[in-house]
C-alpha cells in the first residue's frame, strides 16, 4: 500500500509530530507512506520537510502562492501519479480542500485526520466552518478524540476515532532525587489556547518555596514575547528557560521532574503522552481528551482549566513526595505502553484505509 500525506504546515507542532509518527509506523510495517508539504509563500516554513528529511522518508514540496492556490491541485495530481498513491492523507483545513480537489480529479480515495478546532479568532472560526462542510465528501475522516464528535452530530460525515499513539522510550527513566533542583516543564505552541500564563503565575509562587526550582518552556509561537515579558514583571526571569521550538523534544522531557499542562483548550494531546511514555508526573488540565489520559491520582494529578492555584498546589504536593511522582510516572507510563503505543495507532489506521479501498463504507 502507498499512503501520500498532505499537511500546509506553518511549524512543528502536535499535528505534524503525530503525522511523522504515523508515517515512520507505516514505513516500519511494510507500507510505503511518503509526505507532501503545502510550503505557504505568504509565511513559508519548511521544519515538517527537516523533520521528515531527517527521520529517513521521503518527502515533497509544493510552493502555495496564495490561500487556496489551485497550483498545488496541479503539482499535488503529479506527484500522485508518479508515485502510485493508493491513499491520499490529509492532515489540516487547507490540506483538506486542496487535498480533497486533488483526489477527486483522479479517483484516489482521500482520508482526513481532524486533529481538532481552536477557533481563537473569527478567520480560523470561519475556515474550521468551511472544513466541517468539505469533510462529508470524504471517504473517512478520523477524528483524533471523541469530543470531536460533538461537530458532526447532524450531518454524514463517515467518521471513526483513532486516538493518537507514541514510541514508547524502553530507558530507564527512574525520577531523579536531588530534591534541591525541582525542574518544571512544558512542551506545546506558545499561544493563548495552551494557558501558559496560569503556569507561570503558579510557578512564581512556587519558587518563594522551592528557590532551585526551575520552569523550563519547550515551544515557539506567537505570545513568546508577552509571556517573557509576564515572567519579567514576575521578577522569576533567571528561574524561566524559554527553550524555543525545538525539533528534537526527548531530551527536555529527560531532563523534567514535573509536566505541566495547562490548557485551556485540547483534544487528544500528544505533548501529555509523550511524557506520559517518559514516565514523567504530570498536572493537566481537564481539557478535551486529556481526561481520558490523565485519571486524577493514578496517573497523573487533573485539576480545572485556568486555574493557578490548583497548579501551583499540585507543584507543591509532588516536589515534596518524591514516591508520588514515582508512583504517578510509572502508572502513566504503563497506561500509554498498554493503551495508545504508536502500533496500536498504526493498526487502526491500516484498517481505516483497507475498509476504504475495499469500497466499504
Given at each position: 500500500?502507498?499512503?501520500?500525506?498532505?499537511?500546509?504546515?506553518?511549524?512543528?507542532?502536535?499535528?505534524?509530530?503525530?503525522?511523522?509518527?504515523?508515517?515512520a509506523g507505516q514505513r516500519e510495517r511494510g507500507d510505503e507512506a511518503f509526505v507532501i508539504v503545502?510550503?505557504?509563500?505568504?509565511?513559508?516554513?519548511?521544519?515538517?520537510?527537516?523533520?521528515?528529511?531527517?527521520?529517513?522518508?521521503?518527502?515533497?514540496?509544493?510552493?502555495?502562492?496564495?490561500?487556496?492556490?489551485?497550483?498545488?491541485?496541479?503539482?499535488?495530481?503529479?506527484?500522485?501519479?508518479?508515485?502510485?498513491?493508493?491513499?491520499?492523507?490529509?492532515?489540516?483545513?487547507?490540506?483538506?480542500?486542496?487535498?480533497?480537489?486533488?483526489?477527486?480529479?483522479?479517483?484516489?480515495?482521500?482520508?482526513?485526520?481532524?486533529?481538532?478546532?481552536?477557533?481563537?479568532?473569527?478567520?480560523?472560526?470561519?475556515?474550521?466552518?468551511?472544513?466541517?462542510?468539505?469533510?462529508?465528501?470524504?471517504?473517512?475522516?478520523?477524528?483524533?478524540?471523541?469530543?470531536?464528535?460533538?461537530?458532526?452530530?447532524?450531518?454524514?460525515?463517515?467518521?471513526?476515532?483513532?486516538?493518537?499513539?507514541?514510541?514508547?522510550?524502553?530507558?530507564?527513566?527512574?525520577?531523579?532525587?536531588?530534591?534541591?533542583?525541582?525542574?518544571?516543564?512544558?512542551?506545546?505552541?506558545?499561544?493563548?489556547?495552551?494557558?501558559?500564563?496560569?503556569?507561570?503565575?503558579?510557578?512564581?509562587?512556587?519558587?518563594?518555596?522551592?528557590?532551585?526550582?526551575?520552569?523550563?518552556?519547550?515551544?515557539?509561537?506567537?505570545?513568546?514575547?508577552?509571556?517573557?515579558?509576564?515572567?519579567?514583571?514576575?521578577?522569576?526571569?533567571?528561574?524561566?528557560?524559554?527553550?524555543?521550538?525545538?525539533?528534537?523534544?526527548?531530551?527536555?522531557?529527560?531532563?523534567?521532574?514535573?509536566y505541566v499542562s495547562s490548557s485551556l483548550v485540547e483534544h487528544f494531546p500528544l505533548s501529555i503522552?509523550?511524557?506520559?511514555?517518559?514516565?514523567?508526573?504530570?498536572?493537566?488540565?481537564?481539557?478535551?481528551?486529556?481526561?481520558?489520559?490523565?485519571?486524577?491520582?493514578?496517573?497523573?494529578?487533573?485539576?480545572?482549566?485556568?486555574?493557578?492555584?490548583?497548579?501551583?498546589?499540585?507543584?507543591?504536593?509532588?516536589?515534596?513526595?518524591?514516591?508520588?511522582?514515582?508512583?504517578?510516572?510509572?502508572?502513566?507510563?504503563?497506561?500509554?505502553?498498554?493503551?495508545?503505543?504508536?502500533?496500536?495507532?498504526?493498526?487502526?489506521?491500516?484498517?481505516?484505509?483497507?475498509?476504504?479501498?475495499?469500497?466499504?463504507?
Open positions: 500500500m502507498i499512503i501520500a500525506h498532505l499537511i500546509s504546515s506553518v511549524g512543528l507542532y502536535g499535528a505534524e509530530r503525530v503525522m511523522l509518527n504515523l508515517v503545502i510550503n505557504n509563500a505568504h509565511k513559508p516554513n519548511l521544519d515538517v520537510f527537516e523533520a521528515v528529511k531527517k527521520a529517513g522518508l521521503h518527502c515533497e514540496v509544493v510552493t502555495s502562492k496564495g490561500r487556496f492556490d489551485l497550483g498545488v491541485v496541479t503539482a499535488v495530481v503529479k506527484i500522485l501519479k508518479e508515485k502510485g498513491a493508493d491513499i491520499l492523507h490529509t492532515h489540516n483545513y487547507k490540506s483538506n480542500l486542496l487535498g480533497l480537489l486533488s483526489a477527486k480529479k483522479i479517483g484516489v480515495p482521500v482520508v482526513a485526520t481532524l486533529h481538532g478546532y481552536i477557533g481563537n479568532s473569527a478567520k480560523l472560526r470561519f475556515y474550521e466552518a468551511l472544513d466541517r462542510g468539505i469533510l462529508k465528501f470524504f471517504n473517512r475522516v478520523v477524528l483524533v478524540d471523541k469530543s470531536l464528535e460533538r461537530w458532526f452530530l447532524n450531518n454524514d460525515v463517515k467518521k471513526v476515532v483513532i486516538n493518537n499513539g507514541v514510541e514508547i522510550n524502553e530507558a530507564d527513566l527512574e525520577p531523579k532525587i536531588d530534591k534541591k533542583e525541582i525542574i518544571v516543564g512544558t512542551v506545546g505552541r506558545l499561544s493563548q489556547e495552551k494557558g501558559h500564563k496560569y503556569l507561570i503565575e503558579a510557578f512564581a509562587e512556587f519558587n518563594k518555596k522551592y528557590s532551585q526550582g526551575r520552569l523550563l518552556i519547550v515551544g515557539g509561537g506567537e505570545l513568546n514575547e508577552s509571556l517573557k515579558s509576564q515572567v519579567s514583571s514576575l521578577k522569576i526571569k533567571d528561574k524561566v528557560v524559554f527553550a524555543g521550538f525545538q525539533s528534537e523534544v526527548k531530551p527536555f522531557y529527560e531532563n523534567m521532574d514535573i503522552l509523550e511524557a506520559m511514555s517518559f514516565g514523567k508526573a504530570i498536572i493537566a488540565t481537564d481539557a478535551g481528551g486529556t481526561k481520558e489520559l490523565i485519571k486524577d491520582r493514578t496517573t497523573g494529578i487533573l485539576i480545572k482549566q485556568g486555574d493557578s492555584e490548583a497548579i501551583l498546589n499540585s507543584l507543591l504536593l509532588l516536589a515534596g513526595d518524591v514516591d508520588l511522582r514515582s508512583i504517578l510516572g510509572e502508572n502513566a507510563r504503563k497506561f500509554v505502553k498498554e493503551n495508545y503505543s504508536l502500533e496500536k495507532m498504526a493498526q487502526a489506521y491500516k484498517k481505516v484505509y483497507e475498509e476504504v479501498l475495499s469500497g466499504e463504507r
